[in-house]
């Protein structure tokens, strides 16, 4: 008989990723329709109580799975109670609602997904300081040297935990996920990932699975993922999530810079605080002004500044026409809230 293994990958109360695996008897293929809704212990997960325990999966988008190979299957779901409203925690639905009202904007995301290697306290090619105390030798964290050689550095002295970036960009490729580019972060240890440009709710579905996958590529090496935006205080560059924004207007029409990315950019400054709300948890540690990021308390934008709050780059002012770049969003954030904050509204659309 044949089987197909579905792992059903959800997100947890803290912006975590669990997953469980459905054997498929019977089948040697399945496509989105042929995956039914389950369940998973809502109480195991912060997301409901004990007496009422079961939160709903519904699948709503199907990669190939890269760790079992064959025709198995990696299934990103999102989260519902047992009569059928989406559960607080369930971004997905809303986002895709704005989505649906204006699908003819085709809004692209292109995420910046920047995360630290940790193995055992400290990020890889942290060397360990140890100091001597009278009840034996204290292992505590030393400090590599300053930054400046290690963004986009090859080489043992200043490039720590590749293998991991790369597997997880072959693995990202296998699932047919949407990954652009990989690079060596600012702070030792720290590395990105672009995912993008995706249309409207498949960034966010695209996001979380290539999170996922990143988690699990970690678990085989025994290293854990940060997505902390402060992992290490001090002098150190913090985690970002850069959220890379155009609507086919703004790509497309010759006076899309003036006419949509500049009135978008003038609209996101009003809104500063709200999306700074949503934007990560612990984003004040990294957002200080300082480390290519703006002042939490200040919108700023520019041209090419890498200091601003929102960055257009020299070929969209140049061309006329391109996207935008919000550097704010921190490494922890959701995508799925990210894009539903961003996404065009009809007059109409009113969010609760
Ligand atoms: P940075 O120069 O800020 O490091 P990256 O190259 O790391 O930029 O990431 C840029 C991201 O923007 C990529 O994921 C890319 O696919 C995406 N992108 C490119 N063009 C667009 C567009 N028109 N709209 C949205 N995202 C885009
Ligand atoms: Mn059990
Ligand atoms: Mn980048
Ligand atoms: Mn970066
Ligand atoms: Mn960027």
Known sequence: ??????????????????????????????????????????????????????????????????????????????????????????TRAPAKEIFDMAPEE????????????????????????????????TVQLGFPGAQGP??????????????????????????????????AEVMPGQWEYQVGPCTGIESGDHHWMSRYILNRVCEDKGVVCSYEPKPIPGDWNGAGCHTNFSTKNMREKKDGYEKYILPCIENLGKKHAEHIAAYGEGNDQRLTGRHETASIDTFKWG??????????????????????????????????????????????????
């Open 1 to 90: 008989m044949p089987y197909v293994l579905a792992e059903y990958v959800w997100i947890d109360a803290d912006g975590g990723c669990r997953s469980k695996t459905k054997v498929m008897h019977g089948k040697s293929t399945v496509t989105l329709k042929d995956l039914p809704h389950w369940n998973y212990d809502g109480s195991s997960t912060g997301q409901a109580p004990g007496e009422d325990s079961e939160v709903i999966i519904h699948p709503a988008a199907v990669f190939s799975d890269p760790f079992r190979g064959g025709n198995h299957v990696l299934v990103m779901t999102d989260t519902y109670t047992p009569a059928g409203e989406p559960i607080p925690t369930n």
């Open 106 to 137: 085709e809004p692209w995301f292109g995420i910046e997904q920047e995360y630290t290697l940790f193995k055992d306290g400290t990020p890889l090619g942290w060397p360990k300081a140890t100091a001597r105390s009278f009840g034996g030798p």
């Open 150 to 183: 290690y963004y986009c550095a090859a080489g043992a002295d200043v490039a720590f935990g590749r293998d991991i970036c790369e597997t997880h960009m072959m693995m990202c490729l296998e699932a047919g996920i949407n990954i652009s580019g990989i690079n």
């Open 303 to 352: 041209v090419a500044d890498r200091g601003a709050s929102v960055r257009v780059g020299n070929d969209t002012k140049k061309n006329g026409k391109g996207y935008l770049e919000d550097r704010r969003p921190a490494s922890n954030m959701d995508p799925y809230i990210a894009a539903d904050l961003h996404a065009p509204r009809p007059p109409c659309a009113r969010r609760a």
